[in-house]
């Protein structure tokens, strides 16, 4: 039988904590909105006392109307020797006004005694303490108890581990959170444990049916299957953030907790449909945050449906099954087809047979492949640069199309002692029958070289205001050369909607390969401009 397991998203909080990971006030509110519309339950927003801008989500986030999720302002335990009515931090969690609140307080007697210095029983006078306050203060009535390294001080001591929760209990906690702070622990121990605290807790005033939930860490890798651990021990509620984006090596990534979750144990999660929105969630989530998207993510990741091995691929063409663990549409991704020096004529039909008509074409198909294993063996590399196969294979069929002639380029890089690094680039190509001779400035020669050729090609193809560079990558290909080896480029570029504004409406990559790295830029930059004038005509 189905049940319903409750996502708690932290994104907004323990995520920020992330190295490199860097919110906006109204990034944070476009994120808290698509939460809500795929119907997270609940969206952890800060802590409203730690910054200005946590502050200011809270007061503009109650300005929202939410169809599913609650918003939790998250907070400390009151401070030692103080009371909860005088504590500036209980005062600022109320006064975020949201329907849940989060305390998180010491479950670990190493903490209580190491790093909070006060005794166990004043300890746990702060945690019944604080979420008593917050539950008679509280907008919504409803307190978690965050058990900060619970499965730690379980180990270490379990019975007083099992009065911190007693302690938030009396206070009126409404959810009690099994934390894996350190992320260490293993699934084996995190089923152990929860199991333990249910049989325990049967002695209490409170049973703990209904109320655990987890919050792990991704410290050895399997914060994950922690999560789904727990939920098979019977927690009914994980906490994590979309990406696994966290402090350290990351929290649980929500992600796959719902895939797996929705799709492999038959659980009711978010709103009907929501699963087939994963990968646009993630990689919203990517794109706010101005960070690369992981390739090999599970479910989500471009190189999730991909295949590269011959065999692999004619398997797939038979049975998707034999090779993919769901199909790739219910989590919203694609399949991919790679053709590199390792593909067979598969590859190829899979790739682009049909949208060229070359299924059949066994002696064809035989020629793109002797030019992709010729073309790799001098560095280039196809399997992460599609738009780049594609143009190859026009001009095997003789159709690759040509939109303007180059006279030449030139790139000048002026350094003065002490001064920033200038660069200047000259453009002179033919288009459609017209001269045209353009200068750019630019940070560098590819920006420069960009900005030169867009001058050229614009007036002409206005459509390319729509295609924008989104991530530049070099590598060497024979390093023995030294100084003289040639490097491997591959550009990644994004189409947007309306002239350069709005949403990704799609991606693809190109690759150059020379001793000169700006030209082999210039073969990417140049390949990607005439690939997409290719798919978009006008």
């Not at 619970?150 to 934390?179: E, H, I, M, S, W």
């Not at 655990?212 to 994950?224: I, K, T, Y």
């Not at 989500?300 to 091995?309: D, E, I, M, P, R």
């Not at 100084?483 to 591959?490: C, E, G, L, N, Y």
């Amino acid at each position: 039988m189905t049940r319903r397991i409750e996502m708690y998203d932290t994104t907004l909080r323990d995520g920020t904590q992330a190295e490199g990971f860097n919110l906006s006030l109204v990034d944070k509110l476009k994120i808290a909105q698509m939460l809500d519309e795929l119907g997270f339950d609940y969206i952890e927003g800060g802590y409203p006392l730690s910054n200005p801008k946590d502050a200011a989500f809270f007061e503009e986030a109650g300005k929202l109307t939410f169809k599913h999720a609650k918003l939790c302002a998250f907070g400390m335990t009151r401070r030692k020797g103080v009371q909860a009515e005088e504590d500036t931090g209980m005062k600022a969690l109320v006064a975020a006004k949201t329907p849940v609140i989060t305390i998180v307080g010491k479950t670990w007697d190493l903490h209580v005694k190491q790093v909070l210095d006060v005794s166990e029983q004043e300890n746990l006078d702060m945690i019944r303490e604080s979420v008593a306050f917050c539950a008679k203060h509280g907008s919504g009535g409803e307190v978690f108890y965050d058990a900060e390294h619970f499965f730690d001080g379980y180990k270490a001591n379990p019975d007083y581990a099992l009065q911190t929760l007693q302690a938030a209990l009396d206070g009126g906690a409404t959810r009690l959170v099994l934390c894996d702070t350190n992320g260490g622990s293993l699934p084996n121990w995190i089923s152990l444990a929860v199991n333990e605290v249910k049989v325990k807790s049967e002695k209490w005033k409170v049973k703990t049916d209904g109320l655990l939930a987890v919050h792990p860490h991704n410290d050895s890798a399997v914060a994950v299957a922690n999560a789904l651990a727990a939920v098979e021990a019977g927690c009914v509620q994980v906490q994590g953030t979309i990406n696994g984006i966290g402090e350290r090596c990351g929290t649980g990534d929500l992600i796959p907790v719902v895939a797996n979750r929705t799709l492999k144990m038959g659980h009711e999660c978010l709103v009907s449909g929501a699963e087939m929105r994963l990968t646009e969630l993630s990689r919203y989530v990517y794109e706010i945050a101005n960070l690369n998207l992981q390739a090999n993510q599970p479910y989500v990741g471009t190189s999730a449906f991909a295949h590269k091995g011959g065999m692999h691929v004619h398997a797939v063409q038979k049975l998707a099954r034999s090779y993919e663990h769901v199909p790739p549409e219910s989590v919203g991704n694609t399949r991919r087809v790679l053709v590199s020096e390792l593909a067979g004529a598969s590859n190829v039909v899979a790739m682009l047979g049909r949208k060229y008509d070359i299924s059949e074409d066994k002696k064809l198909q035989r020629m793109v492949l002797e030019r992709v294993q010729d073309l790799e063996n001098r560095g280039y590399q196809f399997e992460a640069a599609e738009a780049s196969f594609e143009l190859l294979l026009l001009e095997v069929l003789g159709k690759r199309r040509s939109f303007w002639e180059l006279d030449h380029y030139r790139c000048v890089i002026l350094k003065r002692n002490g001064e920033p690094c200038g660069t200047e680039a000259i453009v002179k190509l033919t288009v459609n029958g017209r001269l045209e001779h353009h200068v750019a400035e630019g940070d560098g020669p590819i920006n420069a070289l960009d900005g030169a050729l867009r001058k050229g090609l614009e007036p002409h193809y206005p459509q390319l205001g729509s295609i924008h560079l989104t991530d530049y990558k070099v590598r060497v290909v024979n390093p023995t050369a030294e100084s003289a080896a040639k490097v491997r480029v591959i550009i990644d570029f994004a189409v947007r909607q309306k002239n350069g504004q709005g949403s990704v409406v799609r991606r693809f990559s190109t690759t150059g390969v020379n001793e000169n790295i700006v030209d082999a830029s210039w073969e990417a930059l140049s390949d990607a401009f005439t690939y997409f004038l290719i798919e978009t005509p006008s």
